[in-house]
């Protein structure tokens, strides 16, 4: 599947929407009515409109986001726009080559030599700027990944160890009050 397939499926699920039909379908963890999809994630999957709560317990950290998913366009963009610089660059090297030795012959190679130079180190930084956007990108997927690998760890360990979990909240509100108490005497 490709990326733009991915994206289009990932905002109509965003939406609320059948990735394949894009008729309404508020929970996309059963099958869609209108168009018979597969279902998508665990059930409660879709947050109805207007909820803002948080789901609690450890499958509402198994579920990934939709703002998980979103590609990273603007990056991309910026990594095609230095790979035609640098293409562009390079196509006016030839063309300058071609022109210099067409108008003056032999006597334009030690210009054409230090032109030639520094348009080829330009482009190649623009390739290379180009490649460090894709670098950024997939730096950009592997932070996502571990996010939600720890979220899916931290929330499997809470539900093996509630004991340690109510121990720290207790400890935390009796560290709060004798805060409270100390500004309170203050």
């Known amino acids: 599947m490709n990326s733009t397939r991915e994206a289009q499926e990932t905002r109509a699920a965003a939406l609320g929407r059948c990735p ?4 309404p379908r508020p929970d996309l963890s059963t099958l869609c009515e209108h168009c018979g999809a597969a279902p998508l994630g ?6 109805s409109e207007g909820a803002t709560h948080r789901r609690d317990g450890p499958e509402a950290i198994m579920q990934v986001r939709a703002a998980d998913m979103e590609p990273y366009v603007g990056l991309r963009y910026v990594a095609k726009l230095f790979r035609l610089m640098a293409l562009i660059l390079v196509l006016l090297l030839v063309a300058e080559i071609v022109t210099g030795l067409t108008t003056q012959g032999s006597g334009a190679i030690p210009t054409l030599l230090a032109e030639g130079s520094r348009l080829i180190v330009l482009s190649g930084l623009l390739w290379a700027s180009g490649d460090l956007a894709i670098l950024l990108i997939d730096i950009g997927h592997d932070v996502r990944a571990t996010r939600i690998l720890i979220g899916r ?8 160890h509630p004991q340690a979990r109510r121990r720290d909240e207790r400890d935390r509100a009796v560290e709060r009050k004798s805060e409270r108490q100390r500004e309170l005497a203050e």
Do not use: T
């Open 20 to 23: 394949e039909c894009g008729k």
């Open 42 to 47: 665990p059930a409660d999957a879709a947050a």
């Open 153 to 160: 760890q931290s929330a499997h360990h809470l539900a093996e």
